[in-house]
């Protein structure tokens, strides 16, 4: 029995790994900075109240969640596959019987030594 395969479309492709590394640091350095600003506001922010200790523990778990993050990589994005053959549409008209023959060009040289 013979199993066909469809030849994988540009469109369905996975992201480049140098693309998924550019996205996971960009996500990665997004949430430290929100950290690096928690951490600033925990310190900052007077007078100290319930909201220092929000921002304290924020400072705290977003490593964590900011490794995860980044590990995590691009599973969640989901491709799907195109296929050329929906887009292409057959030609409608109908086809001349008579065969149309293509123009024919003829170039004649003359060598170097012939006399003119």
Not at 23 to 41: H, P
């Amino acid at each position: 029995m013979k199993h066909t395969r469809d030849a994988a479309s540009v469109t369905s492709l996975p992201q480049s790994p140098k693309a998924e590394a550019d996205s996971r640091t960009r996500r990665y350095l997004i949430s430290m900075s929100i950290r690096m600003v928690c951490f600033a506001l925990a310190l900052f922010v007077t007078p100290y109240g319930w909201y220092t200790w929000v921002f304290a523990i924020a400072a705290g778990v977003l490593p964590y969640i900011a490794v995860v993050a980044a590990n995590a990589g691009s599973d969640s994005t989901v491709t799907r596959a195109e296929s050329p053959q929906q887009a292409l549409e057959a030609p409608t008209g109908k086809p001349s019987s008579a065969p149309v023959e293509p123009p024919v060009i003829r170039i004649s040289e003359k060598g170097r030594d012939a006399a003119p």
